[in-house]
């Protein structure tokens, strides 16, 4: 019987979230901060997050899937981040391989988590890790939106001494890294704001509790954003596959210029591109938030 209920309640949930997810999907494809396929993968993702991790996760993805929106609409006709765009692989406009690097981690998590409820400790672990998954995207993406806008030229994480052009992958700047900083701790605020609303008005009995205190959260989704944010700048630094634009003289993400003309491949593996670094970063991000969740708990 309460196997049933438990059923039940996440095909309705999968219900919900497959509608609200198409609904923000088609807007956000009006508002060009999707492409058509990435409405695709934001109502997989959202679907899924919504389905198997509740409430409080779905409203999560949505936090994330905003702030990071706008913050890519933020100064759009700024010339620094007109040149960084040019070095990106993809346009502001997400596509599917986006929106599964940025949701798809999160998804699975969560639906790992739902799969473990009748162990608590190993639910509330890969919650936990869903949460640094998120953090970790989200942080990645203020970074990059924000970072590119630095009066002070980025710095390549593994030879802090030398400098590159804003954009480049593996390039960190004091302002990117305290916006992946207040990026991370979004989420955790976030989940900390939600669980409490979510407490008030229909109770927390479908969702493992990610935290023990509510400052814990807040503290550990700062700690995995940040950290996993600084795992995909040193995959960016050393094995994504990075190429060379003689048509515009400049280094770039890009496998194929706009007109079809492929680019020198000068570094990294060929099949790392952006959306790969982002996924496994997301990845390592959620170890981290598991880890610390572990310790809190032990």
Known sequence: MVESTATDAVLVRLALGLIISAGIGLLAYRRRSLARSGVWGAI?????IFGFGGWIAGLLLIAFFVSSSLLSHFKEDNARKQR???MFDKGGRRDLGQAL????AAAGLAVLSWLARENPATAGALYA???GALATVNADTWATELGVLSQSPPRLITQPHKRVAPGTSGGIT?????AAMLGAAFIGLCYVVFTALYRFVA???DAPDASPGFLAVIIAATIAGLAGSLFDSVLGATVQAMYYSEKRGKETEKRFERDGTPNRPIRGWPWLNNDWVNFLASLFGAAIMAGV???IND
């Open 293 to 295: 969740w572990v310790m």
């Open 101 to 104: 690097a940025n949701g798809g």
């Open 44 to 48: 997989i993702t959202g679907t899924l």
């Open 174 to 178: 004091a302002m990117g890294t305290g």
């Open 203 to 205: 109770g927390f009995a």
């Open 84 to 86: 960084a765009a040019e």
């Open 129 to 131: 890790a869903m949460i």
